[in-house]
């Protein structure tokens, strides 16, 4: 944090008054630091005044700190306290200015504060803050960080690896912060090894510790094919769902705005991920990881756009939304951007259009080809303006080798008795996850592809023409 500002006086009172909360008058006081301040974490932090203070120990000693850095943000420092029997502190805070009124009288939250004079001996060993030495389930992005532990260091040196003692991947780094970013993720199931040396002017840290910690297991997905539905309890294991908008950078918030539904709302025990889209809306559904060992591997899911709340028989689609977008997305699953998608579906220009998904459902295929080793799959959706009422939905989620071609399905035709149309039927075939529907005028004409489907039948239109369907199976 910026500006901020330390003055000291000293002071005779052993409690503020309650007329004694007033903001005091700087010009009295010796300025003794104006400056930054870095927060890292756990411990002491330490400020190094940069005007002496003259202090005599027969008085007591009246410290004024003054946060004027600007704005609020999140995620303030918490200081760690000493309760006493009087009113020991004051304290104000707002945001829109730097407060001078009247401020708030407190006798439980006196900030810790430890005076150091000028050190004439090398500093002590640092303290490790994060990862904690000793400790098995490191993420693999994780940062190093430490404390100094007292005696004023200038500097730090680093030594990290796998190795012990560590130096093949940091030797002697030289540092003035206390953390460290690795240039790329760690490894999983790896133990790691780092040591820190503080120093100043009268030499380094001695009897420095080196401290240890090992990375998470690899909780990647290696068995394929993967099939994942969305029958069961809500969310699936390992997968996730955030707020967000298809703008660089993607920014990911957490709350909860997919849900489970009926597959085509038709309640038949088949659920989907579903969000129902009504106005400015947009959010991602994040897949666990996988390792995609080969480039014949493909990712596969059922599409399907309807009105909400109605089945492909009912009430069809609202194509009155031209801001309306869907998106796959392929990332390593820790940052994301638009340089990630690998499909995308709008109905402003894109080689996928939005409102040609049917209501009976899709099936998406894409190549892993480019995108071997550990992924994750996000699945889009989203609109910036309330123009339609539609659910969109995803199920049958796989990635796997193509699987061969099933068997045909033998179709049926009988009137549904919910819409007194006709409709097609047939029986599941084991492996096929979506079925193409053909019409001809003649059973030895030309077949015309009608649509496609996941589901075990499809809703025809009444006709006093004479159709002939066939149905292949994927």
């Known amino acids: 944090m910026d500006d901020q500002r330390v003055y000291m006086t000293h002071f005779y009172d052993s409690a503020y008054g309650s007329t004694a909360a007033g903001y005091p008058n700087p010009s009295t006081y010796t300025y003794v630091f104006n400056g930054s301040v870095t927060w890292s974490g756990p411990g ?15 008085w007591g000693l009246e410290i004024l700190y003054e946060n004027r850095d600007g704005s609020k943000i999140g995620g303030p420092p918490s ?55 000793g400790s098995n389930n490191a993420a693999i992005d994780t940062d190093l960080m430490w404390n100094p532990g007292g005696g004023s260091p200038t500097g730090y040196r680093l ?6 003692p560590p130096s093949n991947l940091v030797s002697a780094l030289l540092s003035n912060d206390t953390s460290y970013t690795p240039p790329a993720h760690l490894d999983y199931g790896t133990d790691y090894f780092w040591r820190v040396v503080p120093f100043n002017d009268f030499g380094p840290a001695l009897d420095c510790p ?6 998470m297991d690899d909780p990647s997905i290696v068995d394929f094919p993967h099939l994942q539905g969305f029958e069961g309890s809500w969310m699936p294991s390992g997968w996730n769902q955030y707020t967000g908008t298809l703008t660089d950078p993607i920014t990911l918030g957490n709350t909860s705005v997919w849900e489970q539904d009926d597959w085509q709302n038709v309640n038949t025990g088949d659920k989907a991920a579903c969000l ?8 991602f559904l994040i897949s666990p990881l996988f390792n995609v060992s080969s480039d014949e591997m493909v990712l596969s899911f059922d599409l399907a756009v309807l009105r909400e709340n109605q089945t492909p028989e009912g009430t069809p689609p609202n194509n009155d939304n031209p801001d309306d977008r869907i998106a796959v997305l392929i990332g390593d699953g820790f ?4 340089a990630n998608i690998v499909r995308e579906y709008n109905n402003s220009g894109s080689e996928f259009v939005l409102n040609d998904i049917p209501t009976t459902g899709t099936r998406v295929s894409i190549p892993l080809a480019d995108h071997t080793g550990r992924i994750k799959v996000a699945l889009f959706a989203g609109s910036s303006t309330s123009n339609a009422y539609n659910d969109i939905m995803f199920n049958n989620f796989r990635i796997g080798l193509h699987s061969a071609q099933p068997q045909a399905p033998l179709p049926s035709i009988a009137i549904h008795s919910a819409s007194g149309l006709p409709r097609l039927n047939w029986g599941e075939v084991p492996e096929a996850t979506i079925y193409h529907i053909f019409k001809a005028d003649s059973p030895y004409g030309l077949f015309s592809p009608l649509g496609s489907t996941s589901s075990t039948y499809y809703p025809l239109t009444a006709t006093s023409a004479k159709a002939f369907f066939k149905i292949t199976a994927e």
């Open 335 to 338: 940052t994301w951007s638009t």
């Open 210 to 215: 080196v401290w240890t910690f090992r990375t």
């Open 79 to 133: 200081f760690y306290t000493t309760s006493t029997s009087n009113y020991s502190s004051v304290y104000k805070s707002q945001d829109a200015s730097f407060p001078t009124g009247t401020g708030t009288r407190d006798k439980t939250h006196r900030p810790n504060t430890w005076f150091v004079t000028p050190t004439t001996e090398p500093p002590n060993p640092a303290i490790a803050v994060v990862p904690v030495s």
């Open 159 to 164: 030594w990290f690896g796998t190795d012990n």
């Open 44 to 58: 002491w932090n330490e400020i190094v005044l940069t005007t002496p203070f003259n202090y005599d120990p027969s």
């Open 276 to 283: 129902n889209v009504w106005g400015s809306l947009s959010a």
